[in-house]
């Protein structure tokens, strides 16, 4: 029996990864600043 949530990476990341972020004005701004980091961990 397959188990039902089934890990897509590619899925994952145009969801949430960095490109999905650039397109969000956070990130602009965060750019505009200059920040060293755009994305805090």
């Known amino acids: 029996m397959k188990r ?3 890990p897509n990476t590619r899925k994952k990341a145009k969801k949430h990864g ?3 972020r650039k ?3 956070i990130l602009k701004s ?3 600043k200059g ?3 755009l994305i805090t961990k």
């Open 4 to 6: 039902t949530y089934q």
């Open 18 to 20: 960095f490109f999905a």
């Open 23 to 25: 397109e969000t004005k």
């Open 30 to 32: 965060r750019r505009k």
């Open 35 to 37: 920040r060293k980091n």
